[in-house]
């Protein structure tokens, strides 16, 4: 399908590399050269200037976790997408376009926006900024490897996507890529989340996508992923499947990530482009963890707090919240072993948050690393502090953000209040115009 390594990308350093692979734009060469060679971060024998050449390994595990495990037939389908992902995503002519997509398509590269009237709300001594996802085309950061995953479908001369979906966000945005493409798309989703999730359903159907129901146990995401993942292994000569997040087996939490990065990459270019420095830190909501991923990727070899915050929902019992990282255990599922909330027999627990997009009882197997190494502080925001910083951020900015990224806003106040001075730099990983109804119905206008 393409040349042999004469096609291959150069670059100086891996953090370019990411920058050019995830098909990032950058702004100011000289400035970033200048970072670039002052920072040497080291934590627990982990050297983060060579950590995308280590991680994921060879096998698709971050330290213990990640892996491939699925049934030998679906073994041999991700070999051939991790095959492909190595050889036609480092291509010239993928990359080339990629970044057509990311500029002239997407709308890349989504703005740097300093929120000063939030920042002088929370006392003034810290400055916060929000990288805006919520300005990508399709209203959140899920395009970016939405494109990515249908773009390497169509050099591998598949016809058809195929993915599950809950609130219907990941269905919306793979939809659209496949409209983009002209691939066929199925999205299985449970019959339950049909209900209630009308306006995403429409969407979806709108785009062009089979919107297929899942009739069986509770009728949601969890056995809409087990249908897909059926459909994939019957249908995967034609088809390549599409994860929503940093999940699944080896090489999605990878390869997703690696499109993600375009938000940090860019984030860290304009950060420094626009302040003359690093932020103090950096902040994302961790639902499966892909717009969290996407950002940290751009600074983990910087002396930079990362921060990733999980749904706290209605209160730390089991079934009450969605954060997994905190409260979870090590375990199996769909495919990865990762960090996961349990019930009594240990199967993937019920779980619950304001923002349907972050109820997912695990999260990646880089989380789960980075967790474990120290190198990010995974922390918790309730549904309260999350509707009040939506409705901060409206009031203040201008800019009404998803429930899922509130919870990110909400964590970055609760920082600016705390820390004596710097800037943190919050994710804004998309818009809250499907989130108006459900706020106004249950909160009502404050
Ligand atoms: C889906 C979604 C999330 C959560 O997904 P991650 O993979 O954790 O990023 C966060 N924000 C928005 C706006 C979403 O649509």
Do not use: W
């Not at 991923?293 to 600074?299: D, I």
Request: proline share 3%; hydrophobic share 40%.
């Amino acid at each position: 399908m393409q040349g042999g390594t004469a096609d291959k990308i150069s670059y100086s350093s891996l953090r370019e590399y990411l920058g050019i692979l995830s098909g990032a734009f950058f702004v100011s060469r000289t400035k970033i050269d200048y970072f670039e060679e002052n920072i040497k971060m080291k934590l627990n024998n982990i050297d983060f200037a060579t950590y995308f050449n280590n991680y994921p390994d060879k096998n698709g595990y971050f330290g213990k976790y990640g892996g491939v495990f699925v049934e030998d037939k679906l073994k041999r389908a991700m070999a051939e997408i991790t095959e492909a992902y190595y050889s036609i995503c480092q291509s010239r002519k993928f990359i080339a376009e990629l970044r057509r997509i990311r500029k002239e398509f997407q709308g890349r590269p989504t703005p740097v926006t300093h929120l000063e009237r939030l920042s002088d709300a929370m006392g003034g001594k810290v400055q916060l900024y929000a990288k805006r996802e919520d300005l990508n085309h399709s209203g959140a950061h899920k395009l970016n490897h939405c494109m990515g995953e249908a773009l390497l479908a169509k050099f591998m001369g598949k016809k058809k996507v195929i993915a599950e979906t809950g609130a219907g966000q990941h269905g919306v945005a793979l939809a659209t890529a496949a409209a983009y493409f002209g691939l066929k798309c199925d999205i299985y989703m449970g019959a339950v989340d049909i209900k209630k999730q009308a306006p995403n359903v429409a969407r979806m159907k709108i785009l062009g996508a089979n919107v297929i129901e899942v009739t069986h146990g509770l009728q949601t995401l969890k056995e809409a992923v087990d249908a897909a993942f059926d459909a994939y292994s019957r249908e995967y000569e034609d088809a390549i499947y599409c994860i929503g997040s940093v999940l699944g087996p080896h090489p999605f939490p990878m390869m997703v990530r690696d499109f993600q990065s375009v938000v940090g990459i860019e984030a860290r270019e304009q950060f420094i482009d626009m302040t003359g420095h690093l932020p103090s830190a950096i902040v994302a909501c961790v639902g499966g963890g892909s717009n969290a991923a996407g950002l940290f990727a751009g600074f983990l070899n910087d002396p930079v707090d990362i921060y990733g915050i999980e749904p706290l929902g209605r209160g730390e019992k089991l079934g009450d919240h969605a954060a997994s990282l905190k409260y979870g255990t090590e375990g199996i599922m769909h495919g990865f072993n990762s960090i996961m909330l349990k019930d009594e027999n240990g199967d993937p627990a019920p779980v619950y948050s304001v923002a349907s997009g972050l109820d997912y009882p695990s999260s990646g197997p880089e989380h789960a690393f980075l967790q474990e190494i120290g190198r990010v502080k995974y922390d918790v925001i309730n549904d309260e502090e999350t509707i009040d910083a939506f409705y901060r951020l409206a009031r203040l900015e201008g800019i009404i953000p998803a429930i899922e990224s509130s919870h990110a806003v909400a964590y970055g106040m609760k920082l600016a209040q705390k820390m004596d001075h710097g800037s943190v730099l919050i994710n804004l990983s998309g818009r809250g115009d499907k989130d108006m109804d459900y706020i106004i119905e249950n909160y009502g206008i404050r």
